[in-house]
């Protein structure tokens, strides 16, 4: 605590110090009602491409994925035991036509609860599955007859621009496979990207929509030559994960890749765990574990620190819903004492909602733990009422953090608060409510 208040003015120790003795204060009087703090759940969407090595992975991961794959048709019992215990579901796949039924029925046997298979790796790629779609419907043939078998979904081949003559075009290769293969059979289109433009991928998904199917992002990180530092790719991952958690067409997303043969430093940037013991999440993988999954099921109580970077919605969500691209924050890991990760790149035109729940009505105040190079001016909105607006002052570097305290009148209840920037730019670690 004593760190946080160095930074604070006169006036606002003093709120600080009041909020916090009168919520004390009301903690005793009230014992039988203490605040429960909430959380983000984990999505169900984000998950990782990836054949888990040691059982710090699962551990590591655990807390930002739901769900993983490893191209093959079942898990080792080392690798089961720790993504159980974290609650990560494995979904086996049929890598080409020679699939291994064997394997995925003894592993649905362990597993019932397991619901999807995938169907085949970049069929439209020589180096890959490398199939025509004629050849692919006939291998599909024991592939669908296998799932209705174990009574499971079937996930479409996974398709990216490829290297088979004639069917580069990913949409090519599905539009001739769907004239024999009933598109009615299939639950979900799996998709590969390695764009290093998010704004590109979204067009590319696009694409997809035509099927009207639930998509799976079974393979994306930013894989071109203008990424060439892990800055590049955190700026990317921000934007792609913002894109398909707020993108109610993506069902399922898979980064690629946690850990990879090169140095975590090398090109082209995208591993989320280091080396060698003790095992870590890199800069990256903090952003990919701890980043919103923009629940919105979670309203925090007052005199509870929200970490900025858990939003529970942002500008881009309305730009994906009328079908168009929008600029946005990006997040990084923090340089404050404590929390982890900080949202940057928080300049004019961009807002982020978050949502609050109050025991009692009356006077309430609003912190907001930042740092910036810039001046910022910040429009606060409840209920869709602009409700206060605040001016940030520039701290003089981008490690030098301050704590802002303003009035922000709440009632009762649950409420959503819009944190627009009108003017300048900013970065957050943290905010909360002070009664």
């Known amino acids: 605590m004593k760190k946080h208040l160095l930074n604070l003015t ?43 090595q040691v059982p710090d992975d699962a551990n590591l991961l655990g807390k930002g994925i739901s769900w993983f794959y490893n191209w093959g048709p079942n898990i080792t019992e080392s690798v089961n035991t720790p993504t159980l215990a974290n609650k990560i579901d494995f979904i086996p796949m049929a890598w080409n036509g020679s699939f291994n039924a064997v394997a995925i029925r003894a592993f649905k046997t362990l597993h019932p609860e397991c619901e ?30 296998l799932a209705k078998e174990l009574n499971m979904k079937l996930i479409s081949p996974a398709m990216n621009y490829g290297t088979l003559a004639n069917y580069a075009d990913p949409i090519v290769w599905l539009d001739e496979f769907f004239t024999l293969v009933p598109l009615s059979s299939i639950d979900g ?45 955190m700026t990317y991952m921000s934007e792609a994960i913002n894109y398909l958690e707020c993108n109610a067409d993506i069902a399922r997303y898979a980064w690629f890749i946690p850990r990879a043969s090169g140095s975590v430093d090398s090109y082209p940037f995208m591993q989320l765990l280091t080396k060698t013991t003790p095992y870590e999440l890199s800069p ?39 079908g168009i691209w ?22 004019s035109d961009l807002w982020l909602e978050y949502q609050v729940k109050i025991s009692d009505g009356g006077s309430s105040k609003i912190a907001l733990r930042y740092t910036s190079l810039y001046n910022a001016d910040l429009q606060i909105m409840v209920d869709g009422t602009l409700t206060t607006s605040v001016s940030l002052p520039k701290t003089g570097s981008e490690s030098s953090w301050t704590t802002l305290i303003t009035n922000l009148p709440l009632s009762s209840g649950k409420h959503t608060l819009r944190i627009k920037n009108a003017y300048g730019g900013t970065t957050l ?7």
């Open 10 to 52: 006169v006036q606002g120790r003093m709120l600080l110090f009041f909020g916090l003795f009168t919520t004390a204060f009301l903690s005793c009087k009230n014992s039988e009602e203490p605040l429960i703090e909430q959380f983000q759940q984990r999505s169900i969407k984000r998950g990782v491409s990836y054949n888990f």
């Open 116 to 145: 999807y298979l995938l169907g085949f790796n970049e069929p439209n790629l020589t180096d890959q599955a490398n199939m025509t779609p004629t050849v692919a419907a006939q291998k599909w043939v024991a592939f669908a007859a």
């Open 189 to 233: 289109i799996a998709i590969h990207c390695y764009m290093s433009n998010a704004s590109a991928m979204a067009s590319y998904v696009k694409r997809f929509k035509k099927y009207g199917k639930p998509l799976w992002m079974t393979e994306f990180c930013a894989w071109e030559k203008n990424i060439t530092s892990v800055n590049a790719q």
């Open 284 to 322: 990256l993988g903090k952003v990919f574990v701890n980043m919103s999954t923009q629940d919105k099921t979670v309203f925090y109580p007052e005199m509870q620190k929200i970490p900025a970077e858990h939003y529970s919605s942002l500008n881009l969500a309305e730009a994906v819903a009328k």
């Open 326 to 347: 929008e600029e946005q924050v990006h997040l990084r890991p923090t340089t404050d004492v404590d929390g982890d990760l900080d949202v940057t790149d928080f300049n």
């Open 429 to 435: 670690n943290w905010l909360m409510i002070i009664k």
